[in-house]
């Protein structure tokens, strides 16, 4: 029986994927739930399994654009294990470089000459862009297994990247130049005696061959016409943040207000009790967990900021979904943390931490990453003073965290040093008012001046 592999449902808003990398090749035998491909959406990269066992029948092929139930491959469950178990020691017959040898005493030279030359440069330039950060699961097993270092791989996915086929090219030609050294280090005598013959034909090849480098660079430097640029695909990631952006702009009234926030009081039960908040929980007392408890307690006095607007009604959440924003290398992602008003200060730490690597790993799932009513994101980490975040539709509020600084400050009629913060509010001007929006930064201000009332939820 034939089953057929389609794109699933992929959760909120995705209606389209990229087939990144096949894990497994055409005919491969693959056992249910074996990953066998990796397919890229808006969010995140997803390895999907195989719904059966039995012998691949790929429909699609890498770089591939398909909406969601689209036929993607086909299982032949008639298909067995032994088949494929067949083929791998065929491969082992690379001993059969016996022959190579016969001719290499007089090519050797040349051979051993040329590659460091104009092979590992190249090399080393191309795959300046791929990151272990950046890699697919099955790409950072295969990696990791071998102990490889990613950097020295040439990436031919898209824009660079690192596949599954590349790391299993480069191995293969890490085994063949290893053979090729110990065939001509088990036969000197030979090499000797064909070096003086082989030097004239072979020395002008390798000039040859690093003088198209150079000939080939200049048509590519010329096809962008202008010098010092050059151009490359956007990744799927950058094109639909791109477009939700636009949306953003288009769909909502977005209008930001501020504040700032005293945070001594804040800083100074971090300084009392950090050390003890470790040794229980096992996770840092941060400054996340304080603005995501003010955050939840001031959205429950004001309601609409934790709401939505489809098409003509307006849909409250008696919950809060509050989504944190993590920088990646593959661009900016926003997991969330469901039901937050259910948990504690050392829970809010750890399950921050928790998506925070995944995120950073390229492991989160795609349901960690849709569903949320309210998002904080923090410049303040690469050291913004203050900006204007935009939303995430169908959000209507996003609050905007900044860098601390030291500022002289007003106190009871004195002068005083405080480690001070601007906070920056978004919100969608349909559902929320300007009065709303100004509360809430007030109430926010109350509770992180005074942690006491985080605790007491006064």
Known sequence: MVIDVDVPEMGESVSEVTVLEWLKGEGDFVEKDEPICVLETDKANVDLPSPASGTLQQVKQVDD??????????????????????PA???????????EPVAAPASEPAAVVSPPVAVSPPASTASG?????????????LVEENGLDARQIAGTGRGGRLIKQDVLAFLKERENDARDNQSAASAPAPVQVAASPGPAPQVPEPATVAQQAPASAAPVAGANDVAGTRSEPMSRLRKRVATRLVEAQRT?????????????????????????????????????????????????????LNASIVDDDIVYHDFVNLGIAVSTERGLLVPILRNIQDLSMSQIEAEIKRLALAARDNKLALDELSGGTFSITNGGIFGSMMSTPILTPPQSGILGMHAIKERPIAVDGDVAIRPMMYTALTYDHRLVDGQQSVTFLVRLKELLEDPARLMLEI
């Open 65 to 86: 654009t398909l909406n969601v139930g689209e036929l993607l491959a086909r299982i032949d469950e008639s298909g067995k294990p032994s088949a494929a178990a067949e």
């Open 89 to 99: 020691p065929v491969a082992t017959p690379a001993p059969a470089p016996p022959p």
């Open 129 to 141: 862009a791929t990151d272990l950060d950046g890699l697919s699961p099955a790409v950072r097993r």
């Open 252 to 304: 909502a009234a977005m209008l930001t207000t501020f504040n700032e926030v005293d945070l001594s009081e804040v800083m100074a039960v971090r300084k009392r009790h950090k050390e003890a908040f470790m040794k229980k929980h096992g996770v840092s007392l941060g400054l996340m967990s304080f603005f995501s408890r003010a955050v939840v307690i001031a959205l429950q006095e004001i309601p609409n």
